[in-house]
Each structure stands twice: as C-alpha cells, then as structure tokens.
C-alpha cells in the first residue's frame, strides 16, 4: 500500500523501507534421526505409504509436490523427479510459482522406494486407487 501510495504521488518516500527487516531464519526440522527410523515407520505403512515417506524423506518434497508426482516426471537416467504440478484442494495444479517448477536429485534411497511400488497403468506415482480412465 505505502509503495503504491509512493507511486501515486501522494508520498514522497516509503517510510516502511527506513526500518531495518531482518531475515526471519528458519529452524531446521529434523522429525527422524536416522534412517533406519524412516524405514521402520515405512515398514509399518502399506503400499504405496511406506515407499512414499522413504521418497518424501529422501527428496524433500513438500507434500502438495508429492502428490501431484507422475510416473513420467521420473527420470532414473538424469537421476532426478521433476516437480511440475501440486495436489491442492482435491485437485491437480500446476505449481505455485515459477521457481516451484523445478528437478529435484534423487539418492538412493529414493529409487529403493519406487522400486517397491509396483508397476501399474495409473499414471499417479502414490496413487491409492485403481486406475479408472474416464
């Protein structure tokens, strides 16, 4: 508002840039020590939840991002996921902004947990149905 306000004329400056903003940084958030404790919760889940938290963990996504996953935005060669669509409010999207659309590494780890999904026409690469083509 104070920028627009600037823009019309009606200030001569923005008195909210005379006050120093500091980065708020953000504390690093470690719900599992290990590994191991990863796969024991994904040994508990079934299929496709327990490859799919050893996948989240191992690639970082944020959840909208990993259920927006297609089968086809895998590339094993490159070694990378390409995050271009997000699952929000029961539906897929493209993502949010420009920056979201990008290729995310894969470890190990990661192609361990899609090789235990098994091979299905779904395109949907944690879908939790059967696919149905409409």
């Known amino acids: 508002m104070l920028r627009r306000a ?4 009606w200030l001569s400056d923005n008195p909210a840039k005379r006050v120093p903003n500091p980065q708020r940084r953000a504390k690093e958030k470690r719900p599992f020590e ?3 404790q990863i796969e024991a919760v994904a040994t508990q ?7 799919m938290v050893v996948f989240a963990a191992a690639t970082g996504l944020r959840p909208s991002e990993l259920f927006g996953l297609e089968w086809r ?3 094993r060669e490159a070694g990378v996921v390409y995050v271009r669509r997000a699952f929000a409010n029961g539906r ?7 920056l979201s659309t ?33």
């Open 102 to 134: 990008r290729a995310v590494p894969l470890q190990a780890k990661g192609l361990e947990a899609l090789d235990q999904l098994p091979l299905a026409e779904n395109p949907i690469l944690f879908a939790t149905e059967p696919f149905q083509e409409r």
């Open 73 to 75: 935005d895998v590339d």
């Open 45 to 51: 889940l079934r299929l496709p939840y327990g490859p």
């Open 34 to 36: 290990s590994w191991a």
């Open 92 to 98: 897929v999207k493209q993502t949010k902004t420009r």
């Open 6 to 9: 600037v823009e019309w004329e």
